[in-house]
């Protein structure tokens, strides 16, 4: 028997039911150090987090995360509330001594993104690990590429090319939501998504962005709000509202050109807008030796070309990651039956829990988190007064 | 609170991790009427048993299947084994009353079938439902094209081509397995990946198959045995064991014509010598106003032309089958987030259980599955002497 | 300056202007040891045929093919005219001394076949050369297919999967036509597209089809007729119109099961009513060491999967054939700009010229036609009697 | 009988080629109002120009061009060299009252630019008419992209995202060119390929570019001489070379960012440093109301997503671009048989006699051809100094 390591779950919405799932799946496809005990998950309404604990499977529900977090029978503290909370849950369970697991992106400024990482380094002494939840790395086909680029079979990478094309409000008549509000959400595309095509990118060619220049817009304005919203004259108390409408002030789309670490050049966009387009994360790293090709829209594909081979006979190949060698897939089912979306959480628990056990730094560390949103902070800055931007943070990726 | 539906599940293998995966997710996403029970897992191994309980998640184990069909705790009985022990097993679970969930194909011989289809005839008086496991249907995508083809989006089904296409066995150095005898598998490539493409088109065009010419081939006749099954001269004791070699005696691979209940014609084939296949399930049917293709290598995926739409804007439609309007999709992520091969086994549960709960016939039957049952055996005659054969149960189909 | 080569055509629809781009520019591109001259273009109707002469470059008309046939200065003649007409002018020319190039099928029945391809033999001795149209087998990505079959790359064949599918008759509103009509076309879907299906996998795999059965099929049997041929009762006199509508007298749609040479399994399938295919030439060839495919719908790429490679980096790769290596692309455009459906019968004329001039044996030949006919003519007989068939006349492939 | 249009050539390598297949084919698959004849067609050395004419089916061949364009019998002067003599040879033959079809980039500096497009509006008042060749636009699949846009089908366009990658230069070992010396090409991908996209995206959309940032990088600065190059210690006598080496003195890569007329944000990238990318001229438009995607890689399609269907049976759609109804394609083959790479320049031979028969003017004009030139020089610009830069010019796209 292993032992157990307790959790304490804060918010369930979408990312609390994602992560809920990994919990308690990982223990049943792999051999994991510890064992996730679902102990209680923590909500601001008390019959929501009571509903939550039963259809996620939680022991508990409660709601004031100070107390879960202070509780003695609590090992680590999974954050999936939104970003403007992250800072202060998090710190207050570093210093309570528990590990971390906090949804992307580390925190909705930079400023927090530090206090984070510094709680974390400072707990880190006393043995308690903080990790920051991209759990795209862990698609296996993504996590292949990682492989191939670090084994040199794409040899020196000259081109990243990153876009996460959603459309949820690409219809101008989509309702207004707290995402689309800067007090709450911190960002738009570029926090929400760019974050993600920032860390698969650095993860993927292993060298950090240098310097930036980007472009972010907001094609929609002025969104009508919804039900109760529309009656009180605000989006969850939006200010602003005007005639049944609230004010958009986050961006819709961000775009932006990039140096990397060895000189590659990279170009990424995020964007809500994409008609048509309803999770394409897509990542293209062309190298002097090869190329590599991904798209979660077929997120059990990567796609491989391997200037080695006569050319005769070159092109892209679609590697289907669903072989027992491929990163992850072992534990899951024969060769072309393939994974969804949740996998990648599962993925992300085994590697935390392997971590903790060994006494490693899980990654992408806090660290790692900041300095995202530090090529983040350099893209706003950017794009407000037109000029290229230093990332102030290379240092932790690789 | 709900009931609860108590399962016990024989057979711990490939399958049996699939179906628990199912048993244990279905209640976090879908509001079931009973709640599953994971009561006990029967293995002929103790020890093996034991250990899949705990990895599986079930309350117990148990080696002797005849004395967990007989428990009054037990309301539903999961068959996981291979199909040589399909008919006893469910036979004797619907005589004590138990539901059924068996594994496809429903039996290794007709007769077989014939038997279990009768006893669950019988038994569905007395309340007690039976289903057999073609889970392919419950991929969204493929409900989705059923749904087209219902709502009469692409008219009148003129043509069915359908391939199940693997190669895992394609190298003529891979090993003999239990997979390769007929006195174990009952039958080869037809009916181990064969049988899916029978249920899954008549499923979509909502026709049964009545007549049938075959061709089947076995292209590596003799096999080496590994380990253990080579030093005792056999494969769990295989006859017919040479120099360290066993005899193939099933299939590698069978094509077939078809005629479908409108006149459609088909065109089938299932093979595990399509070099660089892995598990390429794939149906295409065109119909007078349209047509739909289908490939499981890329699952979340349904294509559609419509030949409703002027040609200069017509073409094939590739629908992501992850909207909240497909089929089973609105309970699991948003748009764009797939899923994986184990949601079919997840949407199996959840309609068993509603089906269940609400007295009604769940499908397919094990009607259904005889019916399936009796166009591969037609096929298998056709081939063994070159004749057209007519289907001999086609009624429960549509 | 090289000699020329004077070339009558017969015929000057869809495939004289095809034929006719191809003379004319062939030598612009490649080095040809003759030089085409675009003597005369030949039609039933003085004003047709001259107005032809004029659009596709054709320096005289005429209306009687016998008398074109007889003339010395003539050295080629290319029967671009409907199939019941080949026999006739084929052995004409070739016992005037005339190379022919005769469009495919070779013949509408297998006695003309036979017929014709005797002749070839006879009129050899004299340096007279025959070839048969099949341009597909000149496609860059196709020839390379073969060339990838011939070095080994995928072993021994396992599976050849065929299929032609278009969709120009699936509206059963489509009008009926001289194609439809079994009295000119001989065949329907079978010979006239079937028969390209036959030529590519027997090319491709260097095999000759030696068994088959087969299925056909007339979906829609009476369809309306247009303009003239409604007013007259008939479609261009076809008897049995009744109320503006004429009996369709051939197939549909054609499927067949086949055993080839060494023991591989082929299933083909050629249709007119796959609705949204529009020239779906769809070859796939599974060997122990590898696997092709081709679509003709994406006409610059080969697929081609390598079991030689490592399971973690294999996947079909799409081999772009626009590079200089490959087969025909040299004379032609830099990488990636790709090639259009004419310049097959361009490389027809560049490989019948280069063999005329070699005094060698173009391929096809009328040989290789009559053996085409042979397998189509046996889909026909086992069609017919749902029995299996031997081709008759396996020998001169390969 | 038609009138005849007298053209002259000057420059027969590459581009020569395919303007010279586009003359000699136009006539025999389009009615045009006047008859091209291929004149004279005039180079450097008298030997080479003499064997192209030969080997490209022009009449005669000269090489001074300044007596070629003010022959008498000489209506048009069609331009491939390379871009430095662009603006010398336009100018003279504009003023000498010929027609004038000029291959792209317009030029290689902006004053050249300029002076081509007052020239060129001088002569108009003239009735002489001038062109510049971006035949991309004249690929169907890409009219077919302007005409959805200009319906309203897609609504307002809030993204376009274009990329031409090519990797003919990805290996560091690759020789040096002319082409990567900037006293003779002027400028490396961005005025090669980036032109391209420059003008398709703007002809697409319907709107110009106005503001740019943009990024340019030599990843690789010395290159090794080839043959004699090497032994002369230059590149066609290039400066700088050192040990066999010359110094590349263009851009490898080019990526910048947009503002277009209406407010859409747009991402260009052009480079010749993606391996594996031959020819990937790649545009995706997503507009409010749907979007659409090309690459020239798989030239006959358009994919085209409509927002106004259902979500449950939306998905981007792969139109295959060869239906009747589509922009230029009547005059070929049947649905589903493909053009090729030169059929653009068929369609620019058809597009530009039409419009001179006409009178009117032909698109892209010089205007349209210096508008590109005065975004490539506004992207330069930036990307010199890291500043956004408005481009000059804006007025003529639509």
Same mark, same amino acid.
Request: proline residues 5%.
């Given at each position: 028997?292993?032992?157990?390591?307790?959790?304490?779950?804060?918010?369930?919405?979408?990312?609390? !039911? @994602?992560?809920?799932? /990994?919990?308690?799946?990982?223990?049943?496809?792999?051999?994991?150090?510890?064992?996730?005990?679902?102990?209680?998950?923590?909500?601001?309404?008390?019959?929501?987090? @009571?509903?939550?604990?039963?259809?996620?499977?939680?022991?508990?529900?409660?709601?004031?995360w100070?107390?879960?977090?202070?509780?003695?029978?609590?090992?680590?503290?999974?954050?999936?509330?939104?970003?403007?909370?992250?800072?202060?849950?998090?710190?207050a369970?570093?210093?309570?001594?528990?590990?971390?697991?906090?949804?992307?992106?580390?925190?909705?400024?930079?400023?927090?993104?530090?206090a984070?990482?510094?709680?974390?380094?400072?707990?880190? /002494?006393?043995?308690?690990?903080?990790?920051?939840?991209?759990?795209?790395?862990?698609?296996?086909?993504?996590?292949?590429?990682?492989?191939?680029?670090?084994e040199?079979?794409?040899?020196?990478?000259?081109?990243?090319?990153?876009?996460?094309?959603?459309?949820?409000?690409?219809?101008?008549?989509?309702?207004?939501?707290?995402?689309?509000?800067?007090?709450?959400?911190?960002?738009?595309?570029?926090?929400?998504?760019?974050?993600?095509?920032?860390?698969?990118?650095?993860?993927?060619?292993?060298?950090?962005?240098?310097?930036?220049?980007?472009?972010?817009?907001?094609?929609?304005?002025?969104?009508?709000?919804?039900?109760?919203?529309?009656?009180?004259g605000?989006?969850?108390?939006?200010g602003?509202?005007?005639?049944?409408?609230?004010?958009?002030?986050?961006?819709?789309?961000?775009?932006?050109?990039?140096?990397?670490?060895s000189?590659?050049?990279?170009?990424?966009?995020?964007?809500?807008?994409?008609?048509?387009?309803?999770?394409?994360?897509?990542?293209?790293v062309?190298?002097?030796?090869?190329?590599?090709?991904?798209?979660?829209?077929d997120?059990?594909?990567?796609?491989?070309?391997?200037?080695?081979?006569?050319?005769?006979? !070159?092109g892209?190949?679609?590697?289907?990651?669903?072989?027992?060698?491929?990163?992850?897939?072992?534990?899951?089912?024969?060769?072309?039956?393939?994974?969804g979306?949740?996998?990648?959480?599962?993925h992300?628990?085994?590697?935390?829990?392997? !971590?903790?056990? !060994?006494?490693?730094?899980?990654?992408?560390?806090?660290?790692?988190?900041?300095?995202v949103?530090?090529?983040?902070?350099?893209?706003?800055?950017?794009?407000?007064?037109?000029?290229?931007?230093?990332?102030?943070?290379?240092?932790?990726?690789?």
């Amino acid at each position: 028997m292993t032992d157990s390591l307790r959790v304490a779950m804060i918010g369930h919405a979408f990312m609390g !039911a @994602a992560h809920s799932q /990994a919990w308690r799946t990982a223990p049943h496809f792999f051999d994991l150090p510890l064992t996730p005990e679902l102990a209680v998950v923590c909500g601001r309404d008390a019959g929501r987090a @009571a509903a939550a604990a039963g259809r996620l499977g939680w022991a508990e529900s409660a709601i004031d995360w100070r107390s879960v977090v202070a509780r003695d029978d609590i090992d680590l503290v999974d954050i999936c509330t939104p970003g403007d909370s992250h800072a202060e849950i998090a710190v207050a369970a570093l210093e309570a001594g528990k590990h971390v697991l906090c949804e992307k992106p580390l925190a909705n400024t930079l400023a927090e993104a530090d206090a984070m990482a510094e709680a974390a380094e400072r707990a880190y /002494a006393g043995g308690v690990r903080a990790m920051v939840g991209f759990t795209y790395r862990r698609v296996p086909a993504v996590a292949l590429a990682r492989q191939l680029v670090a084994e040199g079979r794409i040899g020196e990478v000259r081109h990243v090319r990153a876009q996460y094309l959603q459309d949820w409000i690409a219809d101008p008549e989509a309702p207004f939501s707290w995402r689309l509000d800067k007090t709450k959400a911190g960002s738009g595309a570029l926090g929400d998504i760019g974050a993600h095509i920032v860390d698969m990118a650095q993860f993927v060619v292993g060298e950090p962005i240098t310097d930036v220049i980007g472009l972010m817009d907001t094609f929609v304005t002025s969104r009508p709000l919804e039900g109760a919203s529309a009656l009180l004259g605000g989006a969850d108390g939006a200010g602003g509202a005007v005639d049944g409408h609230a004010t958009v002030t986050v961006d819709d789309a961000a775009a932006f050109l990039t140096r990397l670490g060895s000189g590659a050049l990279g170009v990424f966009e995020a964007t809500r807008f994409a008609t048509g387009r309803k999770n394409a994360l897509r990542l293209e790293v062309n190298g002097s030796r090869g190329s590599l090709a991904f798209d979660f829209e077929d997120m059990n594909v990567l796609e491989f070309y391997d200037a080695a081979e006569p050319s005769e006979t !070159a092109g892209f190949r679609r590697i289907l990651a669903t072989e027992p060698g491929h990163p992850y897939v072992g534990a899951w089912w024969p060769p072309g039956h393939g994974l969804g979306y949740e996998h990648g959480f599962t993925h992300q628990v085994v590697d935390l829990v392997t !971590a903790i056990s !060994a006494g490693e730094q899980p990654r992408p560390s806090f660290a790692d988190g900041r300095q995202v949103q530090s090529v983040l902070d350099a893209v706003e800055r950017s794009a407000s007064d037109g000029a290229w931007k230093s990332v102030a943070l290379p240092a932790p990726v690789g």
